[in-house]
């Protein structure tokens, strides 16, 4: 049967027919579907893991046990997670052990634009990568067959474009395995100097041999056409090539890393002009021409964003097109009306404070009018830049707080105030607590008290963790309540001590009401001060100040900040 | 058939995409879809491309390519409403969303977008409050893209209300129905 599925679910899909019994994660944008459609099937064990780093151990333990593993995350979560990635690379696996990375060319919904395939080439781990649905379910049981045969970690390596498009799959069944034998192998699993000797040379055989291996694997194929134009590329690229050049041969790699070097030589000599088409990092086009084969690539393509069949025909026919765009206001993205974080940034605007960011929606608090943000870097990375803040400026901490949400306090957040608290810095943090991990599409953490599966389990006191690594001024507000939450943030701020204050208020988007929304009376004096709070429901116009009923949740914050009751 | 789906984050442009995908799966196409997610869902700028044919390699639409639009609101039409072919025309919501910069001021929404838009305008969120509430303004869209593409009008109708919330069945029913009617 053939089904219409996005990339994410098809690589479930395949990893579910595979027999994969455990699959781990931490929600990250392009990659959070995986995981989520995986944990619709009863065979599977899976779980949202506080951060990607503990995510690949537990995926280490259960492959190494026996059992077929697939851990997901995006390019970012696969930083958090290169420590056990490395040393993996050197145990190698028992069942087979794949990790879905999704990169995101373009910079859709990250801080950056990293290239898993350069960081698999520093952790010598072997990456296939599937150009729509149909391949990400192949190539997904494909690299469970590979990690098995080559006793290695595999990572399946998707995009933006091809983790969040949908096109037809055919559906199979699921092989079920049982568990492989396990047993205790010291000098394969303990990495103390002598034994990861010895293994440095395996992994450096096993990638030689790979190599070599791969240039009779069916997943890299040569497409012949007109011996004038060659075009190397894999995955996304492969589509765009396909439409904007029918006619020109074309080597489509399904494996990237290592390269069937035998074959790309062969295909580069067929050719009179051979082009390596690729995304991001000149990966492929630096190995090719490492080995002396001569192709174009980054000569002709950029090294940022994504590409586009338009964008093929541009750079390699020199084909332009003159469509011109109209001139019109920009639309960034904004905290939804009713958005619970929108309390505390207020706040945080109105008392000028310096702002050390986070990786959330809040980092939409950057967004003018409320435009109350210094920094964003990484998961976690806030309460470590606040210390930073203190330490360098011992006047810093009056005027300074860091903002972490509760699944990224989790995820990262904890070390950081447990550094904090052991070196006395001087800082205030807020946690913008809305009982979810927000921006991925609302997914359960250890704080909400339910599994992936939405089963009830312990749910961890954020206020208690707190408390338990050294930090006594511990305040539980409603960022609803600007007053409340004004006081909590000042008075924190006036400890020379590490202060925490929880501005706890479920997103609004959990709460699936209809609202009939607010209204303007004719008290309104036009003073804007309700368009200090930025929020997308209240318009300044031709008629005044109105409020878009479609968009108003009635949470109330414009209510509270307007002075002439002019808002029912 | 390539169709651009534009629209601001959170007002249902993925349901579209999915309707049409689920309507040309059924007609026995091969389809592809590309969508956004994450950070640009949140208030921003969204498009979604949908592809239909007998053979589709790229999901995604270039400028100058798409032989419909069917924008969520007159400002997405008109952004990019360089993505139509020359033969290509845009059904757009009237609904009028002001981005930020609009809202603090920092610039003014264009005047007279009708104008400069060459296809049909549907007072979307008027008929989706007649039909219950501002959320069915979808509905309304794809009844309006169902009578303009000339779908099957019964087949198209059951791939939407397959994809929403039994409870809303009756209210989407309803605004479909205004939003054919109205084209």
Redo the contacts between chains.
């Keep these: 049967m053939k089904k219409l599925l996005l990339g994410d679910f098809a690589v479930a899909r395949g990893a579910w027919e595979a027999g994969v019994k455990v699959a781990t994660a931490y929600p990250g944008t392009p990659s959070t579907e995986i995981t989520e459609e995986l944990a619709r099937y009863p065979e599977v064990y899976s779980e949202w893991s506080p951060n990607e780093k503990v995510a690949l151990e537990v995926g280490i333990g259960s492959a190494m046990r026996g059992a077929r593993t697939i851990v997901s995350m995006k390019h970012v979560g696969l930083n958090v997670a290169c420590d056990p990635l490395f040393t993996a690379a050197y145990t190698g696996v028992n069942a087979g052990l794949v990790i879905a990375v999704a990169d995101d060319p373009s910079v859709f919904s990250s801080q950056n634009e990293q290239d898993t395939r350069l960081t698999a080439v520093s952790a010598k781990v072997p990456v296939i990568e599937p150009s729509d649905s149909e391949e990400a379910k192949e190539f997904a049981k494909q690299a469970f067959e590979l990690s098995e045969k080559y006793d290695t970690p595999v990572i399946l390596r998707l995009t933006t474009r091809v983790a969040h498009s949908q096109s037809l799959v055919e559906l199979g069944e699921r092989k079920e395995l049982p568990n492989k034998a396990y047993e205790r192998n010291i000098a394969k699993y303990v990495m103390m100097p002598a034994n990861a000797r010895v293994k440095h040379v395996v992994v450096e055989d096993r990638i030689k041999k790979l190599s070599e291996d791969s240039n009779a694997f069916s997943i890299n194929r040569v497409e012949e056409g007109s011996k004038d134009l060659g075009i190397i590329c894999s995955g996304g690229v492969y589509q765009y090539v396909k439409e904007a050049l029918p006619e020109a041969s074309v080597l489509k790699l399904g494996m990237v890393y290592p390269l069937p070097y035998k074959m790309i030589a062969e295909f580069a000599k067929s050719v009179k002009r051979c082009v390596v088409a690729e995304e991001l990092a000149p990966h492929i086009e630096t190995l090719v021409k490492a080995e002396g084969i001569a192709v174009e690539g980054k000569n002709i393509f950029p090294l940022n964003g994504e590409f586009s069949a338009k964008l093929i025909r541009e750079k390699i026919l020199g084909e332009k097109s003159e469509v011109k765009a109209e001139n019109v206001p920009a639309r960034p993205p904004v905290l939804c009306a009713g958005c619970p974080h929108r309390g505390v940034f207020y706040v945080l605007s109105k008392l000028k404070l310096n702002v050390l960011g986070d990786i959330g929606c809040y980092t939409l608090g950057a967004v003018p009018p409320l435009g109350s943000m210094d920094a964003v870097v990484c998961m976690g990375a806030s309460i470590g830049m606040a210390v930073g803040f203190d330490k360098a400026d011992p006047e810093a901490h009056k005027h300074s707080v860091a903002v972490i949400g509760d699944s990224t306090f989790i995820h990262s957040g904890i070390t950081g105030l447990v550094d904090a608290v052991y070196n006395r810095a001087k800082i205030t943090v807020v946690i913008l607590d809305n009982r979810t991990t927000g921006m991925t599409g609302h997914q359960n953490h250890p704080a909400t008290g339910k599994t992936i599966k939405n089963e009830p389990t312990y749910e961890l006191q954020l206020d208690e963790v707190c408390r338990a690594v050294g930090v006594k001024n511990v305040r539980m507000v409603d960022p609803a309540n600007l007053k409340e939450t004004e006081e909590a943030i000042k008075a924190a701020l006036a400890e020379e001590e590490v202060s925490v204050v929880i501005a706890k208020h479920p997103c609004v988007l959990l709460t699936k009401k209809l609202y009939n929304g607010f209204k303007v009376n004719d008290k309104c004096k036009k003073c804007k001060a309700c368009m200090k709070l930025g929020c997308p429901a209240i318009v300044n116009g031709k008629n005044g100040i109105t409020i878009d009923t479609s968009l108003c949740t009635e949470c109330g914050l414009c209510k509270s900040v307007c002075k002439f009751g002019a808002i029912e | 058939m390539d169709i651009l789906i534009v629209g ?3 007002q249902g442009t993925l349901l579209a995409s ?1 309707v049409l ?2 309507y040309a ?1 059924d007609c026995g196409f ?16 969204v498009m979604t491309y949908v592809r239909i044919g007998e053979k ?5 639409i ?4 798409a032989d419909l639009i069917l924008a969520f609101e007159k ?2 039409a ?2 990019y ?2 993505f139509l072919k020359e033969s290509g025309e845009i059904l757009y919501s009237t ?1 009028e ?14 005047e007279g977008i009708e104008n ?1 838009l060459k296809g049909t305008g549907i007072d979307a ?1 008027s008929l989706a409050v007649k039909a219950g ?3 069915a ?1 979808n509905s309304v869209m794809l009844g309006a893209l169902c009578k303009k593409l000339g779908l099957d009008r019964e087949k198209f109708e059951n791939a939407l209300l397959s994809s929403i919330p039994q409870k809303t069945v009756e209210m989407n029913k309803a605004a479909f129905a205004l939003g054919y009617e109205a084209v």
């Design positions: 601001v984050g959170g999915r995908g689920k799966l091969d389809v592809k879809l590309s969508e956004v997610h994450g950070m640009a869902q949140r208030g921003g700028s589709i390699a790229s999901p995604i270039d400028e100058g390519g400002l997405e008109l952004r409403a360089h609904q969303i002001m981005p930020m910069p609009v809202v603090t001021g920092a610039a003014e929404y264009p400069k969120l509430n501002t959320k303004a």
